[in-house]
């Protein structure tokens, strides 16, 4: 099976866990986006906030009924792919520079799901996947070298990268910039999480802790499902 049959299988899976009524939460990328494609094929009577212009955009397409985050309230169940699923279904997420519309999703839905092929499981977070930090535009330069003094106080030896896009650096959706901390390995996640969260200009990080309820990986033996 390959990588993209694998995250298509994890999101068929996590499509069949909706229910009429609910209101769920669309994640962003290729995995969420088989996720949205196979929900939308269900028919269910369902309402959605969508995690990006990205995924609100293929929702809409699919006469996904969407609905405005504030006018949620809360969510029943969000479905979202991550980069990294470590232990205790701690994971990385913000390859695609939604971290923060995310992160703001899942915090109000009663349930989180993330969905994933093979290959994003990993013994520690860190090792495979630069951790993602939105950052706001102004004063950013001077951020990124109060990020680097986090990571170094933690032992980190990792220099924060702006991302950049083909028209230069990439902006979220959010209108910021994303800074990729290459950690190697993040000993204490919560301990990164804290500190990064407490540096002024930056607005989240794609630590995403003790939020997944279970992980649906699509594997060569069919999908499996891990538990926090
Ligand atoms: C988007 O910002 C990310 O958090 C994605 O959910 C994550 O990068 C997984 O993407 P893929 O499903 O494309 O691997």
Known sequence: MTADEQKRAAGEAAAALVEHDMVVGLGTGSTAV?????????????????TSEATAALAISLGLPMLDIDAAGAIDLTVDGADEIGPGLALIKGAGAALLREKLVWTISRRCVVIADAGKRQEMLGKKFPLPVEVVAFGHATTAVRIGQVLSAGGIAATPQLRFGADGPVRTDNGNLIYDLACEAIDDPAALAAALKAVTGVVDHGLFLNLAERALIGTDQGVITLFS
């Open 34 to 50: 088989w996720f949205v494609k196979a929900l939308a094929a269900r028919g269910l009577s369902v309402k959605c906030v969508a």
